[in-house]
């Protein structure tokens, strides 16, 4: 037996959880299907100190328990479950999530997107601790201090150019003799006094109990090791989308993420996306909690528009 609601929204984070504010403050009463690990790459970061309104900066959980509080004071349901199937061919869509079976006129897909990481036994332990897949997010906590970047392409020479804003000292692992990204992405990393070069290189251990401390590094053609003194590393070789469970119904680009028009709104009527799961470029908390606030909106006008029900007083358009 299945459960019907107007609205359901797939993953949480800044993005799933910003519209199911906006959703629930429409009296929608929206499902957030938010995942056994909810509340998307915040909770794996220590310290914000980039998201508005909180000038001393905070925990990425705690700033996740308060979006999750918010949503559910207007009415949201968040279940911790992992979505397994859906069917967006029929109308009401069709969503698993284990033994449960729910059907929505409308969905939003929120599931953002995970940083593809090196895979080494301390690079887990330390992740916020030194370990980093965001420059933008964590660049300020390295100020004077002395990084690593591992990757090749401009993702990598964007984020060393941005740490040397900050950092002493920004040294780029790459494991081939070339780098892959654009010709004046390169340029720029090369002749910035403040980031050198490790080619033919990779890192094979990261050291450190509270705090990233060193790295071990391979020379992947002579087969040798050496390690260094490091306070932090950043790892920028690449995002991967979590959209498999949609490949097939919505339509993706190369990479993987979920293409839209008129800003969120997927190929099939009545889908729509936000946050990581359809931005390759910007990836930050904000912008996913003001696309969250579109899909939502979007979400609105379409359920007006198609299932003639009347939203109640209090609508999300007003702030």
Same mark, same amino acid.
């Given at each position: ?9 797939? +993953?949480?984070?800044? *993005?799933?959880?910003? $519209?199911?504010?906006? @959703?629930?403050? !429409?009296?929608?009463?929206?499902? =957030? ?118 990757? +090749?392409?401009?993702? *990598?020479?964007?984020? $060393?150019?941005?740490? @040397?804003?900050? !950092?002493?000292?920004?040294?780029? =692992? ?146």
């Amino acid at each position: 037996m299945s459960v019907h609601k107007k609205v359901i929204i797939v +993953g949480s984070g800044p *993005a799933g959880y910003t $519209a199911a504010i906006y @959703t629930g403050r !429409a009296g929608l009463e929206p499902l =957030v299907l938010a995942g056994t690990q909810s509340g998307g790459q915040l909770m794996i970061t220590t310290d914000v100190e980039n998201y508005p309104g909180f000038p001393e900066g905070i925990q990425g959980p705690e700033l996740m328990e308060r979006f999750r509080k918010q949503a559910e004071r207007f009415g949201a349901h968040v279940m911790d479950i992992d979505v397994t199937a859906v069917d967006l061919r029929v109308k009401p869509f069709v969503v698993r999530a284990g033994d449960h079976m729910f059907t929505a006129d409308s969905i939003i897909i929120a599931t953002g997107a995970s940083a593809k990481w090196i895979g080494l036994e301390n690079e887990l332990k330390l992740r916020g601790k030194g370990v980093s897949a965001c420059a933008t997010c964590d660049a300020f906590f390295f100020k004077g201090k002395n990084v690593f970047v591992v990757g +090749g392409g401009d993702t *990598a020479m964007e984020e $060393a150019i941005f740490l @040397t804003k900050f !950092a002493q000292h920004v040294t780029v =692992v790459h494991r081939r003799d070339t780098l892959r990204a654009s010709k004046i992405m390169v340029k720029k990393a090369m002749t910035n006094p403040k980031i050198s070069f490790l080619f033919n290189s990779e890192v094979n251990e990261v050291r450190g109990t509270d705090h990233v401390t060193g790295l071990e590094i391979k020379n992947v053609v002579e087969g040798t090791t050496k390690m260094v003194p490091a306070d932090g590393l950043f790892i920028a070789i690449g995002h991967e989308p979590n959209t498999i469970l949609f490949r097939g119904h919505l339509e993706t680009d190369s990479r993987g993420y979920l293409l839209v028009s008129d800003r969120s709104k997927t190929n099939i009527e009545g889908v729509f996306a936000a946050g990581d799961v359809r931005d390759p470029r910007y990836r930050q908390a904000v912008t996913a909690a003001g696309s969250g606030c579109e899909a939502a909106l979007d979400l609105e006008k379409y359920l007006e528009e198609h299932h003639h029900e009347p939203m109640v007083e209090n609508k999300i358009n007003a702030a």
